[in-house]
Structure formats: structure tokens, C-alpha cells
């Protein structure tokens, strides 16, 4: 069984395992991918990375550092690794929300290696310059499934992925209204 790896980089072990329990509650087909996992807990190895051995172009990494819209993660199909930029949380590992949020992006992202996994929406375009078309990235098919994807499975697995946090705060996950909006129009 191949499953997705979290590559230990700067990551907390207590958190890793925290992330790695709430893949675990998603679908065989989803813990299965043959991804990694790549976590930057701050800025500079994001920057090191750009400066180094860049898997992004400038728009991308633009984006990510400087972006009105925040792209706290990012699959790449090609390499098979999501990259999850763990500087912009403020305490996932003691904070509920923060851990929420994280969780969130996390299933988003999974769902994005799945779908290349199973060759869909391959001939979307690649929308970079989130900030300049943002409605137009909402719209992809491939968001719109994976921010539909991330809904079910938050509500699916929220009893559990509090008792995995340690907090016993459950509640209903929806998405933010403008995101909610685009994506379950038409």
C-alpha cells in the first residue's frame, strides 16, 4: 500500500500526527495517493526553495508571498507533492481554528492530488495570478470539486477530527459565503 507521506522537514511530530490521523479518516482512495507532503513552517524555506531549486514559477511564488488572496497551499500533479505553507498559521498545533483551517486546506489539496491522479480536468488553464482573476480560479471545475470535497469531508469527520485536536467544540463547516456562493452556482 503506497499512502501519502509527510516529509518531516521543521514539522512538530505532535501536529504531523494530528494531520496525519485526519488524512486517515478520509476514504482508502485518498490515503492511498502516492503523494508527498511537504510542510514550510516559515518563510525563509519557501524562499530558499525560490532562490535554489525553484518548483514554481515567480507568479507562483508572487502569489504565495505577497498575494491579496492568501494561497496557504498548492498541489503539484507533475512532481506529486502538496506543499503546505505552514507560516501562515498562527498556532495550528494549540489553536482550534488554526488547526481547522489547516485541516481544511489539507483535504482541498488531497482532493487536487486525487483528481490528477484519475486524469481529471487536465485541460483547465492554470490560473497563477490569483489576485487578478480570483472569481475566474473559484470557477475551475477543479476548485469548485475540491471546495465541495473539502465541505463534505469536514462535516463528515468533524466529531472525530475534534477528538483528534482534543477539543470538543464541534460544529457545522461552511464555506466562506463568496467561495459558497461561486461554487454552488449554476
Known amino acids: 500500500m503506497v499512502e501519502v507521506n509527510i516529509r518531516k522537514k ?3 511530530p505532535r501536529l504531523k500526527d494530528k494531520i496525519r490521523k485526519c488524512i486517515n479518516l478520509l476514504n ?51 512532481k506529486k507533492i502538496i506543499k503546505i505553507f505552514l507560516f501562515m498559521y498562527d498556532n495550528p498545533e494549540t ?9 481544511v486546506k489539507v483535504y482541498h489539496e488531497i482532493r487536487h492530488a486525487w483528481q490528477n491522479t484519475n486524469h481529471l480536468y487536465e485541460n483547465e488553464p492554470e490560473i497563477l495570478d490569483i489576485d487578478a482573476n480570483w472569481e475566474e480560479y473559484v470557477r475551475l471545475p477543479s476548485e469548485k470539486d475540491a471546495y465541495k470535497f473539502e465541505e463534505q469531508q469536514m462535516n463528515e ?19 466562506h459565503k463568496p467561495i459558497r456562493d461561486i461554487v454552488y452556482s449554476e
Not at 507532503?37 to 530558499?48: A, P, V
Not at 511564488?61 to 488572496?69: E, L, T
Not at 489553536?95 to 485541516?103: M, N, S, T
Not at 469527520?157 to 464555506?175: A, V
Open 157 to 175: 469527520h468533524m466529531l472525530k477530527i475534534c477528538e483528534i485536536f482534543g477539543s470538543e467544540k464541534g460544529f457545522k463547516y461552511t464555506l
Open 95 to 103: 489553536d482550534f481554528d488554526q488547526f481547522i483551517k489547516l485541516i
Open 10 to 12: 521543521n514539522i512538530n
Open 28 to 78: 482508502v482512495e485518498y490515503k492511498e495517493l502516492d503523494y508527498t507532503i511537504e510542510f514550510y513552517t516559515t518563510r525563509d524555506q519557501l524562499e530558499k526553495e525560490r532562490k535554489n531549486k525553484p518548483d514554481l514559477d515567480d507568479k507562483a511564488y508572487n502569489q504565495i508571498f505577497n498575494g491579496k488572496f492568501e494561497t496557504p497551499a498548492i498541489t503539484l500533479g507533475e
